[in-house]
């Protein structure tokens, strides 16, 4: 939502912002139901809630998007979707940030990114260093919560790995902005968890 009002704010003709996961969902029945069943020694999955926690219809998560569309006088246009289901023509800049590791296919997530991108994508994800491995494409897998005791982080690319499966998906260009130069001397001798942030242009 932030980036979206922003891009408006600096000039952006049109905006649209895209959300599922965050707007579906009922937050604090849902923040209850994942304490309940941590509590019973299972490990919740909040993307496959039971159903009762999930209304595309009156997204009642945006509210509080909503709420500051409003205050703003913004046009910014919500759309609830997953990114694989969503049609339209393409965008001349497309944000794609915090997303790609909760998606179960990384790879076709990203072919329509970049069906839907005109131009310029800018991208920002869970990454992972591996001392040694710089040079070789990699994505990290986590079939549970290794993560932050999250279940739905799936995967964790290198730089490497970000870039070349960019490249693959459609994109002619691609520089990381944010990378591996955040990390500490110390952290770069071990595996380490951190965020990269790169543009790819058409």
Same mark, same amino acid.
């Given at each position: 939502?932030?980036?979206?009002?922003e891009?408006?704010?600096?000039?952006?003709?049109?905006?649209?912002?895209?959300?599922?996961?965050?707007?579906?969902?009922?937050?604090?029945?849902?923040l209850?139901?994942?304490?309940e069943?941590?509590?019973?020694?299972?490990?919740?999955?909040?993307?496959?809630?039971?159903?009762?926690?999930?209304?595309?219809?009156?997204a009642?998560?945006r *509210?509080?998007?909503?709420?500051?569309? &409003?205050?703003?006088?913004?046009?910014? +246009?919500? /759309?609830v979707s997953?990114?694989? @289901?969503?049609?339209?023509?393409?965008?001349?800049?497309?944000?794609y *940030?915090?997303?790609?590791?909760h998606c &179960?296919?990384?790879f076709?997530?990203l +072919?329509? /990114?970049?069906e839907l991108?005109? @131009?310029?994508?800018?991208?920002e994800?869970h990454?992972?260093?591996?001392?040694?491995?710089?040079?070789?494409?990699?994505?990290e897998?986590?079939g549970?919560?290794? /993560?932050?005791?999250?279940?739905?982080?799936w995967?964790?690319?290198?730089?490497?790995?970000?870039t070349d499966?960019?490249?693959?998906?459609?994109?002619?260009?691609v520089?990381?902005?944010?990378?591996?130069?955040?990390l500490?001397a110390d952290?770069?001798?071990?595996?380490?968890?951190?965020?990269?942030?790169a543009?790819a242009?058409?």
């Amino acid at each position: 939502g932030w980036f979206s009002f922003e891009a408006e704010r600096r000039g952006a003709a049109s905006v649209t912002a895209v959300d599922y996961y965050s707007w579906v969902h009922n937050w604090p029945e849902l923040l209850n139901w994942v304490r309940e069943e941590r509590s019973a020694g299972r490990v919740p999955n909040p993307y496959a809630p039971p159903s009762h926690l999930m209304d595309a219809e009156t997204a009642p998560g945006r *509210l509080v998007f909503d709420t500051i569309r &409003e205050i703003l006088g913004s046009k910014v +246009k919500p /759309v609830v979707s997953r990114v694989e @289901d969503f049609e339209s023509e393409p965008f001349d800049i497309v944000l794609y *940030l915090g997303v790609l590791y909760h998606c &179960e296919d990384p790879f076709g997530s990203l +072919k329509k /990114v970049a069906e839907l991108t005109k @131009d310029h994508l800018i991208i920002e994800t869970h990454g992972k260093h591996t001392p040694g491995c710089e040079k070789m494409p990699m994505f990290e897998f986590f079939g549970g919560a290794q /993560v932050n005791q999250d279940v739905t982080t799936w995967w964790a690319p290198n730089e490497t790995g970000l870039t070349d499966m960019l490249l693959a998906s459609g994109f002619s260009r691609v520089t990381i902005t944010a990378g591996t130069e955040q990390l500490t001397a110390d952290q770069l001798t071990r595996p380490q968890h951190y965020r990269i942030w790169a543009h790819a242009w058409k």
